[in-house]
């Protein structure tokens, strides 16, 4: 018997039982859908994610206190960390050769009221160098200056969402905003920015001098300490002997022997970078792993409803094999029907595996790429499904005894 033989009784097995092979189907057609949908928003994420860290800005290195990398993993601030203190930042600018800019960095939480609105923002503080090493724009009014820093000014740069929503679309120059009950003179606005790297929109940022968060915003005027120290680089090919020689004066600076670990972290755009890729990578995997699960679940109906098929085709069995079909031949046909259930399912899984993806951007606005490889993998892990738990059934047709199956009924 021919292969288009076996594949026409297949068909026209399956045709004879409808509802049964599409509920039999429907646990591929999720699994495969799964798998697609997963992979394309798994690489919308990760490219969203390659623009954040773009976003950061060239050739910074950003120095937080306590080690939060150890044996190659992101690990919470040591207990044992010692803050960082603006004299350390003192010191490395005076010797470090390759430094373009540098800032103290002072950052929190809070609110910001003006014209009876009230929105939460991200406070963060620096010297005068602070938003040039943010890569951020002012679009309105003017930057931090070394004068605001000297003279502590009650002055703050701010976002563009939080001067829109605080001023409804007029000027904010030249206008006051509370925070913690005191006023501040908002002096410029910061360019909407599209692609960050941080869970909380930047566009709500304001941002103080530094002199003037101690004075008059910080529950504890923190002497010197600081949350970190943002350094820029003069260019890239001088940022690995920029890091080295940074972590060599703060080691110094805190005392630590030989043995002794970093009580501090030096991250880099690279680094950011792989930190970020290895965390998108683990969510991605285990994304795909419960995907795999329900192909998994699907695959195990295929053999549920297949053994089924057998018993209730006894007797045909019997009878073929009476007239002289090998049990070679009655394998391959219930293979062939387990594969043919997960051809199709396959097909169908994958154009919704297509179209969901495009469904949940519209909603979500994430973004996503569909990938060509996707589909053969798709392909590939149906075909697997079907030989896998077909065969099982397959074997129990191939090896029935004609004698006992036509005795069956």
């Known amino acids: 018997m021919t292969f288009k033989m076996l594949m026409q009784i297949s068909l026209r097995s399956l045709r004879h039982h409808k509802g049964r092979t599409f509920l039999t189907m429907l646990g591929i057609i999720i699994g495969v859908g799964a798998v697609i949908a997963t992979m394309a928003i798994g690489a919308g994420a990760q490219k969203k994610l390659q623009e954040k860290v773009a976003s950061l800005g060239e050739n910074f290195v950003v120095i937080q206190a306590g080690n939060r990398i150890q044996q190659g993993k992101i690990q919470g601030k040591s207990r044992k960390s010692k803050p960082l203190k603006e004299n350390d930042i003192e010191v490395i600018e005076k010797q470090c050769e390759n430094i373009r800019r540098a800032s103290p960095v002072i950052y929190g939480s809070g609110t910001l009221e003006a014209n009876g609105v009230t929105i939460k923002c991200e406070c963060k503080s620096g010297n005068s160098n602070f938003i040039k090493m943010l890569g951020r724009k002012i679009i309105l009014g003017s930057n931090l200056t070394p004068e605001h820093i000297k003279n502590k000014r009650r002055v703050v740069v701010i976002g563009y969402k939080a001067a829109t929503e605080l001023f409804k679309g007029a000027n904010p120059i030249g206008k006051y905003i509370k925070h913690r009950g005191k006023s501040f003179l908002v002096i410029g606005v910061m360019q909407h920015i599209e692609n960050y790297f941080n869970s909380i929109d930047p566009d709500f940022d304001c941002i103080f001098p530094i002199t003037t968060a101690r004075r008059y915003i910080m529950d504890n005027p923190w002497g010197q300490y600081i949350h970190s120290i943002n350094i820029e680089a003069q260019d890239q090919e001088k940022m690995?002997?920029?890091?080295?020689?940074?972590?060599?004066?703060?080691?110094?600076?805190?005392?630590?022997?030989?043995?002794?670990?970093?009580?501090?972290?030096?991250?880099?755009?690279?680094?950011?970078?792989?930190?970020?890729?290895?965390?998108?990578?683990?969510?991605?995997?285990?994304?795909?792993?419960?995907?795999?699960?329900?192909?998994?679940?699907?695959?195990?109906?295929?053999?549920?409803?297949?053994?089924?098929?057998?018993?209730?085709?006894?007797?045909?069995?019997?009878?073929?094999?009476?007239?002289?079909?090998?049990?070679?031949?009655?394998?391959?046909?219930?293979?062939?029907?387990?594969?043919?259930?997960?051809?199709?399912?396959?097909?169908?899984?994958?154009?919704?595996?297509?179209?969901?993806?495009?469904?949940?951007?519209?909603?979500?606005?994430?973004?996503?790429?569909?990938?060509?490889?996707?589909?053969?993998?798709?392909?590939?892990?149906?075909?697997?499904?079907?030989?896998?738990?077909?065969?099982?059934?397959?074997?129990?047709?191939?090896?029935?005894?004609?004698?006992?199956?036509?005795?069956?009924?």
């Open 240 to 409: 690995p002997a920029l890091i080295r020689q940074a972590r060599r004066i703060l080691r110094a600076l805190h005392h630590l022997k030989e043995k002794d670990s970093d009580d501090f972290t030096i991250w880099d755009q690279d680094s950011i970078a792989k930190a970020a890729k290895e965390s998108s990578g683990i969510m991605r995997l285990l994304l795909l792993i419960v995907a795999s699960i329900s192909l998994l679940v699907g695959g195990v109906g295929i053999m549920n409803i297949m053994l089924v098929s057998v018993s209730e085709r006894t007797k045909e069995i019997g009878i073929r094999m009476a007239l002289g079909a090998k049990s070679s031949m009655l394998l391959r046909q219930f293979l062939i029907e387990s594969i043919v259930i997960c051809f199709i399912g396959g097909i169908v899984g994958i154009i919704v595996g297509g179209v969901v993806p495009f469904i949940t951007a519209y909603f979500t606005g994430w973004q996503i790429i569909l990938s060509i490889k996707s589909i053969p993998v798709a392909f590939g892990l149906t075909t697997i499904v079907g030989v896998f738990f077909g065969l099982y059934p397959a074997h129990i047709a191939s090896k029935m005894n004609p004698v006992d199956a036509l005795q069956e009924h």
